[in-house]
């Protein structure tokens, strides 16, 4: 049981260059997120989504889409890289709203 | 913006020590959460409490809950340097198809 799988684990984007973070879980949970963690910061949710073909925003949601097509992957895209999206990029998933999340390894993402 | 604070945002012990990490938050609350994570790797689930209880125990985690004061505690007895990581509380509110909101972290470190 792999829980939750993020893809890939590191990249470096040059400013304008985009690129899509792959999540996928296998423990048929409902709810997927994405958050951002930078030193400091703690973890601020940029999208998320409650069920397959949902998609809501969360507080640092610019610059960033997203798609849920399939309930086990929610993917995350940057259309235009810019340095202030260097960050660590974690996707986690739950069974439902207010249960315990299980979050994936994390993505390292530089963009210079 | 932030739900939860977390205070200290450092805490430095010996092994065996007992480690006391508060939360506090701003709005009512279903249910309180708290994570671990490693350095460099993805938050871990440890412990939900919900709004009608003041404590829960696992393990050498006991979990108190306020609501009155909107605070909560994490309590780590007899701590071990496998404890060092940065923890984490979330609140889930009761708004629905919302997600938890991550305060900024206590740095736990047990030295030996």
């Known amino acids: 049981n792999a829980g939750v799988t993020q893809t890939p684990k590191f990249r470096v984007l040059k400013t304008g260059q985009s690129m899509t973070l792959l999540c996928a879980q296998d423990m048929n949970h409902e709810y997927m997120y994405w958050y951002r963690q930078d030193p400091g910061m703690g973890l601020r949710l940029i999208h998320y989504?409650?069920?397959?073909?949902?998609?809501a925003k969360g507080e640092v949601p610019d610059g960033y889409n997203v798609s849920r097509l399939k309930k086990q992957n929610f993917l995350l895209g940057l259309e235009s890289a810019a340095p202030s999206q260097t960050s660590v990029y974690f996707c986690?998933?739950?069974?439902?709203?207010?249960?315990?999340?299980?979050f994936g390894s994390g993505t390292r993402l530089t963009v210079v | 913006s932030q739900q939860g604070e977390e205070d200290p945002q450092a805490l430095s012990i010996q092994e065996g020590e007992n480690a006391t990490m508060n939360c506090s938050y701003k709005t009512s609350i279903n249910n309180l959460q708290w994570y671990r994570q490693n350095s460099g790797r993805g938050l871990v689930h440890l412990i939900l409490?919900?709004?009608?209880?003041r404590e829960k125990h696992s393990g050498r985690l006991r979990v108190t809950l306020d609501t009155s004061k909107k605070s909560s505690s994490l309590l780590i007895t007899a701590s071990r340097a496998a404890d060092t990581a940065s923890y984490f509380c979330?609140?889930?509110?009761?708004?629905?198809?919302?997600?938890?909101?991550f305060g900024k972290g206590t740095t736990l470190s047990v030295s030996s």
């Open positions: 979330a609140t889930d509110g009761h708004q629905a198809g919302t997600a938890l909101i």
């Open positions: 409490i919900r709004s009608n209880e």
């Open positions: 989504s409650v069920g397959e073909g949902t998609t």
């Open positions: 986690a998933s739950s069974r439902r709203q207010g249960a315990g999340y299980t």
